[in-house]
């Protein structure tokens, strides 16, 4: 009996035990649940505020055109980020190629590209041509170069080695991976014409030894390395003479006339004009370029082809007629002439007429008005960031050594 007694008494305490803690879980979980509840209130308006900031930073390309795996190029561009390489990075990625840009950035600005920066189709890489390049490409743009006169006579050395070196490593690269080659030659391989208008099979009057030497006579060893390499290696090359263009993403210090008219109106500053002004200058707009480029590389013209615009003006034509454009009451200021400035340059543009069905098509003044809404633009934006680049004088070695 008192055995019984003992049994039921412990039965009784264990089932109020047992009782009690599933009532402190039960309590214990309610509790846990409500802070869990309060943690997700709090947190939701946070996560929220994630995905909009997430969605804000997902980049917005501009558009591009799907291209099947058998049409889609890769293609390098060398001084891709500068002034015509950027516009034509534009041309080739909306096209729906892969396109990887290289750039040492001496005169190119990764503003000029930026808007294809993190695109699946788009890399950049900061790198100088005169050092050799290993990437697999099935056509290369070779832009790199220094283009206005104070950029190129900045360091001269370096403008021959990035025209020498620099083509013979594009050259190289060409031939290990079987690409297409195109060169940006210039007019200036024309020098100081005697015959008018240029056309290609003249060989130009060229100053071997002046100011603009380490320009005009790289760019005419590269288009002769273009062609030793087509020859002796089967190389396919194609060599655009460029003329003077002009367009947005050009330099504020470009030096050349288009640029400084364009400033100087804009901050009403006298347009200067060296010599009289009745020396002529014919330019294109960048896109007719961009365009002539294009067609150029994959036509099966290997001779080099004229690109510009025939179009010739005086320089105080232009000068007056940006003057107009910009409503400036800028007075013209005349200077003394330039050394080795050309005359008269107007290409003769009958062979990529006739063999790419390519000419100019931008009128001079619809180009000017995009050039001018450009320049107005930074000169708001370097107002904004306090700096205003002025134009860098030549180099002049003063016993100082520096590495080129
Ligand atoms: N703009 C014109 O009117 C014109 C006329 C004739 C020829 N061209 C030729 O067209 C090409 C492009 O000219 P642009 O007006 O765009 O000039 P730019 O100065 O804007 O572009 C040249 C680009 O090459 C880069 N570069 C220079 N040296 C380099 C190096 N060693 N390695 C890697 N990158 C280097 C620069 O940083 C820059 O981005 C040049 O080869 C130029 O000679 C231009």
Not at 178 to 188: F, P, Y
Not at 229 to 245: H, L, S
Not at 340 to 364: C, F, H, N, S, Y
Request: aromatic share 8%; net charge neutral.
């Amino acid at each position: 009996m008192k055995l019984l007694v003992v049994i039921a008494f412990v039965a009784y305490v264990a089932s109020a035990v047992w009782g009690n803690f599933v009532n402190i879980r039960s309590i214990q979980e309610n509790g846990e649940q409500k802070i869990e509840n309060k943690i997700e209130e709090a947190v939701a308006p946070l996560r929220e505020k994630i995905r909009d900031l997430e969605k804000s930073f997902i980049q917005k390309y501009p558009p591009v055109k799907f291209l099947s795996e058998k049409d889609r190029k890769r293609i390098l561009i060398t001084g891709g980020a500068g002034f015509v390489g950027s516009h034509l990075t534009d041309k080739l990625m909306m096209d729906g190629h892969e396109v990887t840009v290289v750039d040492n950035f001496f005169t190119g600005r990764k503003r000029n590209v930026e808007h294809w920066i993190g695109h699946e189709n788009f890399e950049l890489i900061n790198h100088d041509v005169v050092e050799p390049l290993y990437i697999e490409v099935d056509q290369i743009y070779h832009l790199a170069s220094p283009a206005s006169p104070p950029n190129y006579m900045y360091n001269p050395i370096k403008t021959l080695k990035t025209n020498t070196i620099g083509t013979l490593n594009m050259l190289g690269l060409a031939k290990r991976v079987g690409a297409r080659l195109l060169l940006a030659s210039t007019s200036e391989v024309y020098g100081d014409p005697e015959v008018h208008p240029q056309s290609e099979d003249y060989w130009g009057h060229v100053n071997p030894i002046g100011p603009r030497a380490c320009y005009d006579e790289g760019k005419r060893v590269a288009e002769t390395m273009c062609y030793a390499y087509m020859k002796q290696e089967g190389v396919e090359v194609r060599v655009a003479r460029i003329f003077n263009t002009f367009g947005p993403r050009m330099h504020m210090n470009d030096g050349r006339v288009v640029s400084n008219f364009i400033l100087q109106a804009l901050q009403g500053e006298p347009l200067t004009v060296y010599g009289s002004g009745s020396q002529t200058r014919a330019f294109q707009y960048v896109s007719d370029l961009v365009n002539g480029l294009v067609a150029l590389m994959n036509s099966n013209v290997s001779s080099p082809v004229n690109l510009g615009n025939p179009e010739e003006h005086t320089i105080l034509e232009f000068a007056q007629l940006i003057k107009n454009l910009v409503g400036s009451g800028s007075e013209i200021q005349f200077l003394s002439e330039a050394q080795d400035d050309p005359q008269r340059r107007k290409p003769d543009i009958q062979k990529a007429k006739l063999m790419l069905g390519w000419e100019p098509v931008v009128p001079l003044e619809e180009g000017l008005n995009k050039a001018i809404h450009y320049f107005r633009k930074e000169l708001e934006y370097q107002a904004n960031n306090q700096y205003i680049p002025k134009p860098k004088p030549a180099r002049i070695k003063k016993g100082r050594t520096r590495h080129n």
